[in-house]
């Protein structure tokens, strides 16, 4: 079966970091973009950032304005999200997504399997 399980969130003060890690199985993940996106109380599902196959492309949310870098180990079947400079508006659930296509989808429909996500708050 699929799975995609994030690990990593938590509780921290504005101006600091988390890296969240998602361990992937069930599919071909070395063959899948995997995206991050997060959703806060109240609000849409909203995109964070995408990595292609071998880790060479990648494409951000504006919101990210460099504090967030995507990462992905093939070997290790495993997608991350560095997080800098965090925010209280970063506060969310983050989720991380897989996509068997060639592009780097930016939007929720572009994405076949999701994980359960992982808390992130970050206090001011």
């Known amino acids: 079966q699929v799975q995609l399980v994030e690990s990593g969130g938590g509780s921290v003060q504005a101006g600091g970091s988390l890296r969240l890690s998602c361990a992937a199985s069930g599919f071909a993940f070395s063959n899948s973009a995997m995206g991050w996106f997060r959703q806060a109380p109240g609000k849409e599902r909203e995109f964070a950032a995408v990595?292609?196959?071998?880790?060479?492309?990648?494409k951000y949310a504006e919101f990210v304005k460099g504090r967030f870098t995507i990462s992905r180990d093939n070997a290790k079947n495993t997608v991350y999200l560095q997080m800098n400079s965090l925010k209280p508006e970063d506060t969310a659930v983050y989720y991380c997504?897989?996509?068997?296509?060639?592009?780097?989808?930016?939007?929720?429909?572009?994405?076949?399997?999701w994980g359960q996500g992982t808390q992130v708050t970050v206090s001011s």
């Open positions: 997504a897989a996509d068997l296509g060639f592009d780097l989808p930016t939007r929720i429909d572009g994405y076949m399997y």
């Open positions: 990595i292609s196959w071998t880790g060479g492309h990648t």
